[in-house]
């Protein structure tokens, strides 16, 4: 870092912690109730037939290009620095004298809220934003909705201070996230998507409970309870890992057609993130949920009904001249986000806590890891321990065109579906490991492809042509999935290429529809398997030796990666550096990128 900028990094956290805790007692900031940001808010917002709020923002995305991490060498060893994100940290010292000479001159409002209730570790967090833009007071607002009031909550023993300043005016040719993630600060320059201040405190808690031993995991929550073949009810927590745009929030929100007259339903516990702990309980964190936009009453029927109360408020979301909300219309941004209070839930689907129990309260856990891929990929499939853990680090899914239309259907990883990680990725891999061996006869986990099977596209420059349509499957088919897996009614048999088990028999869907072989000549299908499992190899070989070399390479775990279609040597232990490795494809036509 100190090599990047030629700087003095202690000192820089030094400055810019005095700074911004030095902002609560100037003059030029103010605090508001909630009552009062929302009347505030109210006048620069399209007010809906529902009686909720909607807002037009310029940055409509999350700036993660334009993001960078400083401090000492444990946050930013692992960073892939792109050129600007280097002439970001090339430019800090300067920006930071920039801006800490603005903000005491801007009109700044500042709000309080808590993170999480439980009696251990409850983040206080303050954000200060610039209203210099008079709208941008609804940042404020929608931060009051999402957490908690310190009133509300039990505050743990440690209860850290994160702080994250808003400057949206800042120069569009400058915008940058700047996160110290040691002394618990974010600064956001030049963007008003809320996003930032959602994620800016997440990403600075979850390094703040990795040092305090838990795994902070990007999953919504659940407690469900099935019945059984055998009659008995047994309660599980459940965990559900996905990237945006995979169904995450949808199917952490849905009752999966289970039967209250046979004692069967969910409490929803958290939509996005929580510190989970070796003993398999997990400490929620917010008090509201952030929801992607593209819903309708018929598939998300208890996402539909609170988003249309009067307490919702909506970022870019079209909004027609009679206050009617057309959610699924993405003439301005692929992108609409919303915040609403959990409590505007169906209660009888709402857990009263935000936290997990511990697993010796429990029948057991299951853990989804949801992705969505259209050609190969089994609907769903049983994985091993260590076939999990292989998931959590490949965090995978494809590019949709909400994000990209010119990589529609390309692959994207992300270690545990967590863009927002901190320091070393293998080693969150590695306690998510621990965690699964630990627990092992009580946990349960699978691979869910919400996408479909069959597609097929070809690239013309940057065109994507769709040659051959996937058969998608429906929400509904999903949810009758998850639902046989609770009941333990799925009969299972073994898939051959990735290693996992896959079902034969799904009681209300007819799973055989989805098998590759409808779609595909066998040579067609076994090139896109070798493909996908040469793309999981190299992205395993290339950025987590340090993974691989501590954790069991049964045969499942080989074939599921894709070690059998690839010839690599593993690099001598000694040195991390000199690691060389050697990897061939074999009978892949196309180099994973």
């Not at 001159?105 to 809220?113: G, W, Y």
């Not at 979850?206 to 309660?235: E, N, S, Y």
């Amino acid at each position: 870092m100190a090599s990047i900028i030629g700087v003095d990094v202690e000192g820089i956290l030094r400055d810019v912690l005095e700074n911004v805790k030095m902002l609560e007692e100037q003059p030029n900031v103010s605090k508001l109730s909630s009552e009062e940001l929302r009347a505030i808010a109210e006048q620069h917002a399209i007010k809906t037939k529902y009686g909720n709020l909607v807002f037009m923002t310029s940055v409509r995305n999350r700036s993660a290009g334009l993001t960078v991490y400083i401090g000492s060498p444990r946050v930013m060893d692992y960073q892939q620095l792109s050129e600007k994100q280097i002439d970001i940290l090339e430019k800090v010292p300067e920006t930071l004298d920039r801006v800490h000479k603005y903000v005491k001159k801007a009109p700044l409002v500042c709000i309080d809220k808590v993170m999480g209730s439980n009696e251990e570790f409850t983040p206080i967090c303050r954000m200060f934003v610039s209203t210099q833009r008079k709208d941008c007071i609804r940042l404020a607002y929608m931060l009051d909705v999402l957490l908690f009031n310190r009133d509300e909550v039990v505050l743990g023993k440690e209860h850290p201070h994160l702080y994250l300043l808003y400057i949206p005016e800042w120069q569009e040719k400058d915008r940058q996230i700047l996160v110290f993630p040691e002394i618990g600060v974010t600064y956001v320059l030049g963007s008003d998507y809320f996003g930032e201040a959602k994620k800016g405190f997440l990403r600075m808690a979850m390094w703040c409970a990795k040092q305090r031993g838990m795994l902070g995991v990007h999953a919504g929550a659940k407690i469900v309870k099935a019945r059984g073949l055998d009659g008995r009810l047994r309660r599980y927590s459940m965990l559900l890992f996905g990237l945006s745009a995979t169904g995450k929030t949808t199917h952490t929100c849905h009752n999966h057609g289970l039967d209250p007259s046979l004692g069967e339903g969910i409490e929803i516990v958290q939509d996005d993130v929580l510190f989970l702990k070796k003993d398999g309980s997990a400490l929620g964190t917010e008090n509201g949920f952030f929801l992607k936009t593209d819903i309708d009453p018929v598939n998300q029927p208890l996402i539909w009904k609170a988003a249309t109360k009067e307490r919702a408020v909506f970022e870019n979301v079209l909004v027609d001249f009679e206050g009617n909300v057309h959610f699924l219309d993405d003439t301005l941004t692929g992108n609409g986000r919303g915040v609403f209070p959990r409590s505007d839930l169906d209660p009888s689907c709402l857990s009263p806590s935000i936290n997990l129990p511990p697993l010796s309260e429990l029948d057991g856990m299951i853990i989804i890891f949801i992705t969505r891929r259209n050609t190969v990929v089994p609907i769903i499939s049983k994985l091993t321990i260590e076939q999990a853990a292989a998931a959590f680090m490949l965090g995978e899914s494809i590019e949709t065109a909400a994000s990209d239309p010119t990589r529609i259907g390309e692959s994207v990883r992300v270690v545990g579906t967590n863009p927002f990680i901190v320091g070393d990725p293998a080693e969150e891999g590695l306690w998510f490991y621990d965690f699964l061996k630990r627990n092992k006869d009580k946990v349960q986990c699978y691979l869910l492809n919400t996408g479909g099977a069959g597609e097929i596209l070809t690239k013309k420059g940057r065109k994507v042509i769709v040659e051959q349509r996937p058969l998608r499957v429906q929400i509904w088919e999903t949810a009758s999935i998850i639902r046989g897996i609770l009941r333990g009614t799925i009969e299972w048999t073994y898939e051959p290429y990735f290693g996992v088990m896959v079902p034969s028999h799904v009681e209300d869907v007819d799973i055989t529809k989805f098998n590759p072989e409808n779609f595909y000549t066998r040579e067609q299908m076994e090139e896109y398997i070798k493909q996908l499992k040469a793309e999981r190899a190299y992205y395993m070989i290339h950025n987590y030796w340090s993974f691989l070399e501590k954790i069991e390479l049964t045969e499942e775990l080989v074939r599921f990666i894709g070690l059998d279609v690839v010839s690599y040597e593993f690099p001598p232990p000694q040195r991390e550096e000199e690691k060389v490795e050697q990897i061939d494809v074999l009978d892949v036509t196309q180099k994973a990128k």
